[in-house]
Nanobody, 124 residues
């Protein structure tokens, strides 16, 4: 049974930082490309960041570029999202996701597995 479990969310003041983690089990983690998505209340889910199987290639939404950093530790089957300079508009539930294919990193429908999400709230 595949499980993706996010942690690290919480309440933070604008300008602050959080580090999200997503621990994977039940799959060959190093074979999966990983992504982070988010969904704010009343809005559609949106792509945030993605990383390839080796960690050598990363991608970011324009809205988070320069502030967020994605990384992975294949030995720990975990992907991270370091979020700095947080803004109130970053408030959302953040989801990690895993997919085997290497293309379409920004397309949520191409991901095979999803976590349950972790809430991030940025106060102004």
């Amino acid at each position: 049974q595949v499980q993706l479990v996010e942690s690290g969310g919480g309440l933070v003041q604008a300008g602050g930082s959080l580090r999200l983690s997503c621990a994977a089990s039940g799959l060959s983690f190093s074979s999966y490309n990983m992504g982070w998505f988010r969904q704010a209340p009343g809005k559609e889910r949106e792509f945030v960041s993605a990383i390839d199987t080796s960690g050598g290639s990363t991608n970011y939404a324009d809205s988070v570029k320069g502030r967020f950093t994605i990384s992975r530790d294949n030995a720990k089957s975990t992907v991270y999202l370091q979020m700095n300079s947080l803004k109130p508009e970053d408030t959302a539930v953040y989801y990690c996701a895993a997919k085997l294919n290497p293309w379409g990193y920004y397309v949520g429908g191409l991901y095979n597995y999803w976590g349950q999400g972790t809430q991030v709230t940025v106060a102004s």
